[in-house]
């Protein structure tokens, strides 16, 4: 997996626009020879992740309350985590957006 962020929101390289937010495309969106291409490019920060990278949720996160999310819209969720001041990618899924907010609000990560 490949996280880029863009300097300037809309700059163009390997065929695509990039954001200003963190955007994360999946292992194989690139050839090799991009990858190079957008690593040397000023403009751009890339960072490379496993592509099996996962947010596992400390124990103190009960399983229970995730059905109080589920029920949400992406766009009440997004409405939360702003409300929680956390960022979060402009293309995160219901489930990752989910995971964010009970990873902020688990009972005793205050500790």
């Known amino acids: ?3 880029i962020k863009s300097i300037q929101e809309g700059f163009r390289r ?10 994360r495309y999946p292992g194989g969106t690139f050839t090799d020879e991009q990858l190079s291409e957008l690593k040397a490019e000023p403009m751009l920060m890339v960072r490379d992740l496993p592509d099996e ?11 229970e309350d995730r059905q109080v999310f589920e029920g949400q ?3 009440d969720l997004k409405a939360s ?10 293309t995160a899924k219901k489930e990752e957006l ?3 907010i009970m990873l902020n609000t688990a009972r005793g990560s205050e500790e």
């Open 14 to 23: 390997c065929g695509m626009a990039h954001s200003e937010t963190v955007t």
């Open 98 to 100: 989910i995971d964010l």
């Open 1 to 3: 997996m490949i996280e």
């Open 53 to 63: 990278e996962t947010i596992s949720l400390p124990e103190c996160v009960d399983e």
């Open 81 to 90: 985590l702003d409300q929680l001041g956390m960022e979060y990618s402009k």
């Open 73 to 75: 819209t992406v766009k």
